[in-house]
């Protein structure tokens, strides 16, 4: 097991009315690998992140977790998954990031975490209640346990994002554009916990404009334009002479 | 003024709260109940099941409830097989019709406010809880229906207060609440003003009271949006 990737989608499509913004996409994430996905907005790199789970529905292309084929079936000429039971399990195999953060405005930070621990995958609510307090540490936010969104900055709120989706113990973590909605003086404290996480092994898919941890983070980044991958490898190769030119207009932008 | 005579009033009228209280709990537990029912299929996704919760809140909101209490009460009895029928023993009963015909109107505007208050929950929370492998009924118990319930709560307590006040068309179906009675009180005595006063009193004290109770409701399902907890001294 240890050569098939954890996860594996290929050939996915999308189209929204006529714009086709996905126009075959395929990727291998292995056990800890950290994928950058990097391109400029509207080259389909979130809605690539969202199909992966099904948030938006591919009309074509295949997603395997572990091996384990999400089934489709096409009614009334459009794609829908076959058994929402699977689908909602692999989602809770999957950990998504949001960038707004999204999280539940009537529960506190705790509550937060720990309900897919405790409603979903049903498990004992102390031991929940244990996990998610070490996971709110670990994010250094332990001491904000019982406040309630609202009253959370940015880049609180988002380290308690991640929090909640470590709870459910992802075997991939989705991270779409997750500092994009911060504040500057805020993006260090989410991206150093997303580097620890790095460290630790965590395999990610990280949608994302910060070229820093692109290229120091990540084992290999991936650069999309129109709804394809345009290019992919390590980040010695994307950042070095070797890249393509698209590529390094791209970043060029960045180095303003 | 005639104490004496306001004193005996009142000690009348409150002996027919109970009974007012009584059509008051049951028309919005019922009601309440039938909302949620009528509300899941007004947005649940299906066409007809939607077509038909729409012409059920235009039907009860667009008709007086007067006629739709006279219409269950005198109406039904004119169908044979309605009369002959198992629930006739209920449906004969002028507090049952009351009861039943205050119930199917608040479940079309109650309906409509829930269903404004499911549009008002952020379609973000919505996907974070999908994201995590929530869906159908768990999905809406603990994500949905909270948020939803939360902001429909205002307009909800006044669709409340309104029930409070629509029981007294009970006494047009010979229900003897409160102002059946004041006004068979006033038939006796001719005394109009002192005894409507009473009954007023009467309405505007229990409606007192349920606001209070929603307020506090309200209160306490607002924690998220009030002051942030106090932060632990370091």
Redesign the interface.
């Known amino acids: 097991m240890a050569d098939s990737p954890r996860l594996a989608v290929r050939d996915i499509r999308k189209t929204f009315g006529s714009h086709e913004v996905l126009r075959g996409i395929s990727l291998e994430a292995r056990d800890g690998d950290v994928i950058s996905i990097l391109g400029a907005s509207g080259s389909g790199k979130s809605t690539f992140l969202r199909c992966i789970?099904l948030?938006e529905i591919p009309d074509a292309g295949e997603i395997r977790l572990d091996g384990e084929e999400i089934r489709m079936v096409r009614s009334g000429g459009r794609n829908r998954p076959a058994i929402?039971k699977q689908?909602?399990?692999l989602?809770?195999e999957?950990g998504?990031v949001?960038q707004?953060f999204?999280?539940?405005?009537?529960?506190?930070v705790l509550q937060n975490v720990i309900?897919?621990p405790v409603?979903?995958l049903k498990r004992p609510r102390g031991e929940c209640i244990e996990e998610a307090q070490a996971l709110l540490k670990k994010v250094g936010i332990a001491?904000k346990a019982?406040?309630?969104?609202?009253?959370l900055s940015g880049g609180q709120q988002q380290r308690a994002?991640i929090a909640?989706?470590l709870a459910?113990k992802p075997k991939v973590m989705l991270f779409d554009e997750p500092t994009s909605a911060l504040d500057p003086e805020l993006v260090g404290e989410v991206l150093r916990v997303m580097r620890a996480l790095a460290e630790e092994g965590v395999t990610m898919l990280v949608v994302t404009h910060e070229m820093g941890f692109a290229r120091n983070v990540s084992n290999r980044v991936a650069f999309m334009r129109d709804g394809l991958i345009e290019s992919i490898g390590s980040p010695q190769e994307m950042f070095g002479d070797g890249a393509s030119p698209a590529f390094r207009q791209f970043i060029g932008h960045f180095q303003a | 003024m005639d104490f004496d005579f306001l004193a005996s009033t009142m000690v009348t009228l409150l002996k027919a709260v109970p009974l007012t209280l009584a059509l008051f709990a049951l028309s919005v537990s019922v009601g309440f109940l039938l909302a949620l029912l009528i509300v899941w299929m007004r947005v649940g996704g299906n066409r007809a099941l939607s077509t038909f919760a729409r012409a059920y809140i235009f039907v009860f909101r667009g008709s007086p409830l007067l006629i739709q209490m006279f219409l269950v009460f005198y109406g039904l009895a004119q169908f044979d097989f309605i009369r002959s029928g198992p629930l006739w023993p209920f449906l004969r009963e002028p507090f049952v019709c009351a009861v039943l015909s205050l119930a199917l109107c608040t479940a079309g505007y109650s309906a409509e406010i829930f269903r404004g208050g499911i549009r008002s929950v952020s379609p973000r929370e919505l996907e974070a809880a999908r994201a995590i492998g929530m869906s159908g009924f768990l999905l809406v118990r603990r994500i949905l229906a909270p948020i939803a319930f939360r902001h429909a709560l205002p307009a909800y307590s006044t669709e409340v207060v309104l029930m409070m006040k629509s029981t007294a068309l009970a006494s047009l179906v010979t229900v003897w609440e409160v102002t059946g009675v004041a006004q068979r009180l006033i038939s006796q005595t001719y005394r109009t003003m002192e005894v409507f006063l009473c009954a007023a009193l009467i309405y505007l004290v229990l409606n007192f009271i349920v606001l209070q109770g929603m307020a506090l409701l309200e209160r306490s399902l607002s924690r998220h949006l009030r002051a942030a907890p106090p932060a632990p001294k370091a």
């Open positions: 789970n948030l929402q689908v909602d399990r989602r809770s999957l998504m949001f707004s999204n999280l539940w405005s009537h529960m506190t309900e897919g409603h979903v001491d019982d406040a309630y969104p609202a009253f994002a909640r989706a459910m």
